[in-house]
C-alpha cells in the first residue's frame, strides 16, 4: 500500500479519498451503511460514532482515547451521513468543531513536517516547504534576539480562503510575512489552518431538498442498526437540546424589545452563538462593547457565552464588569467592515445599506455606528408608536 | 439637428473609423455591459450582453452612445434583469484610484469649500469647518495635472511596492486604465483571484492600505521612549517600514531638515531637528545592524499621543510617529470595487 493510501485512512478528509476509496463512492449509501454494520467492525465503528456525538453535546473539545487507525475512515463517512439525516444546524457545527479540533490534536502530536507537507499538497494547496526551516524575520527587544523560522510558506490565495473566515487580527495578511505571492506561517498555525478546513469539509448547509432526505432517512431506517444509532443519537441529544437551543433574555429595558433593533452585525453574532458556533474574539469584544452601551446587565450578557465550549463564569464575569468600568465604545462599521463582521449585505439592511435622514438616496447619510442604528430604528418606532396611537385616538373621536 | 442629435452622430463616426482600436474585453460573454445613450434624460441601459468582439464594436457604431460600461463580475446570464438570476461565477479585483478622495497639496489651490453652518468658506481639502467645528460642508472640487501625476504615482506604488513583490502578480493579468475623469482602475483578470469573497478581498484590500495595522503584531514594542522591534530582516509591512525610515535617513542632512521643520510635513522645533540629525547616523546604523534593534528619538513614537491604534489622516496631522510612515506607503484607494458585484469598469 502507498503512503498516501495510509495518509487517507488516518485523515479521511483529504482528497485523494475519491482515489483509493472509488469503490465506497461509487455505493448507494444505504448500501454502505448496511456493509458497515455487517462487517466485523460494525460494533466498534459505531460505538466511535456515538462516543463522537456524546462528546460533541457534552462540549468537550478532544477524546483522549480517539483512534486514527484504518476505521477512522469508516467514522468519518458515517459521521457526514449521520450529519445529512440529522440535518440540524447545532448539531453539525458542534461535530465539526469538535471533529476539526481532534484533528488538529493529532496532526500537532504527528510532529512530522513532511506529513503536514503532504498533507496540504493532497487538499491541492500551494505550498513551500524548507528544510532545514526558513528564517524569514527577527525581532530583537534589548538583549534578546528572536528568530521567526519556518518550514512552510502557503501562497497567499490558499491562505486567504482558510484564514479569513477565522478573522483574528493576527492572521489578517497585513499583519504577514508575504514575499513573492507566498505567506511564510509558523508549522502549528499552517495546522490550524488545516483544521478550519476540515470544519467547513463537515459543515453541511441545512438540506434544502427535503423529500430526498426523508425519502433517504426511510431506506436507511430500514436498517436496524442504523435506526437504533440514530434513535440513540437524537435521544441524546433530546436530553441536551434545551441547554443548547436557548433563547437570550436580553429585552430587559423598558420593557421594549430592543432585539428587532440590533444592527445585522449584532444578530449575527447572536444567532451565531445561539447555535452553538464558537466566537472569535473580535465578536466577543464587540457584542460585549455593544451591550454594555445600551446598560445591559452584566449577567444578560454573561448569559450569551454561558454555553461556550471554553466558557468559564468567573472570567467572563470579571471581563464583562472591566469593560463595564473602563466603558469601550463599540466598533465603528468601516472597523467591522475591517473585520469583516459586518453583516449589511447578508441582511440586506435597508437602514445600513442605503442609509437614513432623506427620501433622495444621494442626499442620504451613511451610517457610520451600529449604535446609530439602534438609536435611528428606537426613533422611527417611537414616531411610528405615536402615528397608530394617534390615528386610533382619531378614529375613536 | 439638435446639439444631441449631432454628438451622436459624432460618437458613432469615432466609433466606426476606430474600430480597431477599440480594446478586446477579457470573457466578452460572461459580462454584463451598460450605456449611457444620448438623451435628455441620462439614464443606462443595462443588463446588457454581447458574444463577441464584432458584435459591440457594430453596436457602438451603430448606436453611438456617450458612455460605455462593463462589469468587473462575470456571469452566466450577464443580460438577467434580475441580479439573483445572474448566476455570478466570481469578480476581476479592481482597485480605483480617485485623486479627489484623498488629499494632495494643490487642493489648496483648486478645491472650494463653503460651510452649511456658519457660511464660512475657502480652499483646500478640511474634514471639517476650522470655523464652527461641523461637518456639513458643501465642496467644489477640480482635479488638475498635478493631481492626475499623484494618481499616476499611486498606480506605480501599488505595481512595484506591493502587486508584484509582495502578491507576485503577473504583469500580463494586470490592465489600467484613465477612469474617465478622476483617476485610475487598475484590474487583476486571474482566474483564482476572481473566485476570492468579499472577506477575501478586504484582507487584500486591509493589506494594501494598512487598515487596522498593529504594530504590536508587526513586532515593534515602545518601552520608556525607545523603540525596540522588528529588524532589516523581515518581509511584508515590517520591512516596508523599516525600508521606508532607512531611505528617509539617507537623505542628505538639508534636505531631512526642511522636512522635519515643514509644518505640513513633520514640524519639528528647531531643537528637536537638531537632536534629530546629531542621532541620524546611529539610527541609520541601528537599522541596518543585525545585533541592535533600539531607536530612541526625541520627539518620535509609534502612535500619537493617546491612541491605541493607527488612524490615518491628511498630512494636517502634526503628530510624528510611526503612522506617519505607514501614511507614506499605503495605496490610496478610494473604494475597493470589486467589492461589488456590479462593478461598472469603464474602458475610456
Not at chain 1, 492572521?171 to 508549522?187: A, E, P
Not at chain 1, 443548547?244 to 449575527?268: A, G, M, W, Y
Not at chain 2, 453652518?117 to 461637518?135: A, I, Q, R, T, V
Amino acid at each position: 500500500m502507498s503512503s498516501e493510501y495510509d495518509l487517507v485512512q488516518q485523515y479521511p478528509w483529504l482528497r485523494s479519498l475519491e482515489k483509493y476509496f472509488s469503490d465506497i463512492a461509487s455505493k448507494p449509501p444505504t448500501e454502505f451503511i448496511s456493509e458497515i454494520f455487517t462487517n466485523e467492525y460494525g460494533n466498534e465503528i459505531k460505538e466511535r460514532l456515538l462516543k463522537l456525538f456524546k462528546a460533541a453535546f457534552d462540549n468537550l473539545e478532544e477524546i483522549h482515547d480517539y483512534k486514527t487507525d484504518k476505521l477512522n475512515l469508516y467514522v468519518y463517512l458515517l459521521l457526514k451521513i449521520f450529519l445529512y439525516a440529522l440535518d440540524n444546524r447545532v448539531i453539525t457545527n458542534r461535530l465539526a468543531n469538535l471533529y476539526s479540533k481532534i484533528t488538529y490534536n493529532e496532526l500537532i502530536a504527528e510532529n512530522s513536517n513532511l506529513k503536514i507537507y503532504n498533507i496540504c499538497k493532497d487538499l491541492g494547496f500551494k505550498i513551500n516547504y524548507y528544510h532545514p526551516p526558513i528564517n524569514y524575520g527577527k525581532k530583537i527587544i534589548k538583549e534578546q534576539t528572536e528568530k521567526f523560522e519556518t518550514n512552510f510558506s502557503i501562497h497567499f490565495i490558499d491562505y486567504l480562503k482558510l484564514a479569513s473566515n477565522l478573522r483574528d487580527e493576527y492572521r489578517k495578511l497585513v499583519h504577514n510575512s508575504l514575499s513573492d505571492g507566498f505567506v511564510f506561517i509558523q508549522n502549528n498555525r499552517l495546522i490550524r489552518l488545516i483544521q478550519e478546513y476540515v470544519r467547513n469539509k463537515l459543515l453541511i448547509e441545512e438540506t434544502k431538498d427535503k423529500s430526498s432526505l426523508n425519502k433517504f432517512l426511510e431506506k436507511a431506517t430500514e436498517i436496524q442498526d442504523f435506526k437504533n444509532l440514530y434513535e440513540e443519537i437524537l435521544s441524546k441529544w433530546a436530553e441536551r437540546k434545551e441547554e443548547f437551543e436557548f433563547k437570550f433574555n436580553i429585552d430587559f429595558e423598558k420593557s421594549e424589545d430592543l432585539q428587532t433593533l440590533f444592527p445585522p452585525c449584532v444578530k449575527e453574532i447572536l444567532n451565531k452563538a445561539q447555535e452553538g458556533q464558537n466566537l472569535i474574539h473580535n465578536e466577543r469584544l464587540f457584542i460585549v462593547w455593544y451591550l454594555i452601551a445600551l446598560d445591559y446587565p452584566t449577567d444578560n450578557i454573561v448569559n450569551i457565552f454561558s454555553k461556550m465550549p471554553d466558557f468559564d463564569e468567573e472570567t467572563t464575569t470579571y471581563q464583562v464588569n472591566f469593560a463595564q468600568r473602563k466603558k469601550y465604545i463599540p466598533y465603528k462599521c468601516s472597523t467591522l467592515k475591517s473585520l469583516t463582521l459586518c453583516r449589511a449585505e447578508k441582511y440586506n439592511d435597508e437602514l445600513c445599506l442605503i442609509g437614513y435622514g432623506a427620501k433622495e438616496p444621494s442626499e442620504r447619510k451613511k451610517l457610520a455606528h451600529p449604535l446609530n442604528y439602534t438609536r435611528i430604528k428606537q426613533y422611527r418606532t417611537t414616531k411610528e408608536k405615536e402615528f397608530m396611537n394617534k390615528k386610533t385616538e382619531e378614529e375613536n373621536e | 439637428m439638435s446639439d444631441i442629435g449631432y454628438l451622436k452622430r459624432l460618437f458613432q463616426a469615432y466609433y466606426k473609423e476606430n474600430r480597431s482600436e477599440i480594446p478586446v474585453v477579457n470573457l466578452i460573454k460572461e459580462r454584463e455591459f451598460g450605456f449611457v445613450p444620448w438623451d435628455k434624460r441620462t439614464i443606462m441601459n443595462r443588463h446588457l450582453s454581447f458574444k463577441n468582439h464584432e458584435s459591440i464594436t457594430k453596436y457602438l457604431a451603430d448606436e453611438g452612445p456617450r458612455h460605455v460600461y462593463s462589469s468587473g463580475a462575470l456571469y452566466l446570464e450577464p443580460d438577467n434583469i434580475d441580479m439573483d438570476n445572474k448566476e455570478y461565477q466570481g469578480c476581476d479585483l479592481i482597485i480605483d484610484i480617485d485623486v479627489d478622495h484623498f488629499y494632495t497639496t494643490c487642493k489648496e489651490d483648486h478645491d472650494l469649500w463653503y460651510c452649511k453652518e456658519c457660511g464660512k468658506s475657502g480652499k483646500g481639502m478640511p474634514d471639517k469647518c476650522p470655523n464652527c467645528k461641523k461637518l456639513k460642508l458643501k465642496t467644489v472640487t477640480w482635479i488638475c495635472e498635478d493631481c492626475l501625476e499623484i494618481a499616476k504615482n499611486e498606480i506605480i506604488k501599488l505595481l512595484y511596492n506591493f502587486l508584484i513583490p509582495d502578491f507576485n502578480i503577473n504583469v500580463k493579468d494586470i490592465k489600467i486604465a484613465f477612469s474617465g475623469h478622476r483617476g485610475y482602475h487598475l484590474k487583476i483578470e486571474n482566474n483564482k483571484i476572481r473566485k476570492l469573497s468579499g472577506n477575501e478581498r478586504r484582507d487584500i484590500a486591509d493589506y494594501l492600505t494598512g487598515e487596522n495595522i498593529s504594530f504590536e503584531l508587526l513586532g515593534l514594542q515602545e518601552k520608556g521612549g525607545n523603540i525596540f522591534g522588528i529588524s532589516k530582516m523581515a518581509f511584508g509591512w515590517s520591512y516596508k517600514i523599516i525600508k521606508r525610515i532607512e531611505e528617509f535617513l539617507l537623505k542628505p542632512k538639508d534636505i531631512i531638515e526642511n522636512l522635519l521643520m515643514d509644518e505640513k510635513q513633520f514640524n519639528f522645533n528647531k531643537n528637536l531637528v537638531k537632536s534629530f540629525l546629531n542621532y541620524q547616523d546611529d539610527l541609520l546604523n541601528t537599522i541596518r545592524s543585525e545585533n541592535k534593534n533600539m531607536w530612541t528619538i526625541e520627539g518620535f513614537g509609534l502612535f500619537p499621543e493617546h491612541q491605541k491604534s493607527v488612524k490615518y489622516t491628511h498630512p494636517y496631522n502634526k503628530k510624528v510617529d510611526f503612522a506617519r510612515i505607514v501614511y507614506s506607503i499605503y495605496i490610496r484607494i478610494s473604494i475597493f470595487s470589486s467589492e461589488l458585484r456590479v462593478h461598472i469598469w469603464t474602458w475610456k
